[in-house]
């Protein structure tokens, strides 16, 4: 770069207008004069504005917009089917349609199955039983076959067992 042509310039580039400097100190003074007149600028911040100012405009600013939501059950709906479904819940149980059971009503087959699978003992069947009831008469009419009382002694006794007895 050439730096000779500096300290030869005798053109800066800047003008003023034409007779700019001549009332520059009356307008200057005229401008002095208006301010000293108007003291208040006519703006005014209620007291304590500052003090808050950030915590509003921060409020204001991260306050998300909220999306209004269509409830898939009203509420009213709700309850109007709820108190339906209990109606008929509490109909069905009361013992309006429930059958008196009886043992007459009991099938053989069924108080055997009941004995076999939930494993109830001679103990509890024997307290079931009147010695009234039970007589020597109703065992006597009944006649075992050989073979029969052959095969119960081989499935549910031991030699040891009948040896012991």
């Given at each position: 770069?050439?730096?000779n042509k500096i300290h030869n310039v005798t053109n800066s580039g800047?003008?003023?207008p034409k007779d700019y400097f001549d009332?520059?100190?009356d307008r200057l003074m005229a401008e002095i004069k208006?301010?000293?007149t108007v003291s208040d600028s006519g703006f005014k911040a209620p007291d304590g504005y500052f003090d808050t100012l950030e915590s509003s405009i921060l409020s204001k600013v991260s306050e998300k917009?909220?999306?209004k939501v269509i409830p898939l059950f009203n509420k009213k709906n709700l309850l109007y089917f709820s108190s339906i479904a209990a109606a008929?819940?509490?109909l069905f149980n009361l013992s309006i349609f429930e059958k008196e059971t009886s043992w007459d009503s009991l099938d053989t087959e069924t108080v055997e199955n009941y004995i076999l699978d939930e494993n109830v003992g001679s103990y509890e069947i024997a307290s079931l039983l009147l010695v009234d009831d039970i007589?020597?008469?109703d065992f006597d009419s009944l006649e075992f076959a050989d073979e029969a009382m052959e095969d119960y002694f081989l499935e549910n006794t031991s030699v040891e067992d009948l040896i012991i007895k």
């Open positions: 770069m050439k730096t800047l003008k003023a009332n520059l100190e208006l301010n000293e917009e909220t999306t008929v819940l509490l007589s020597e008469d």
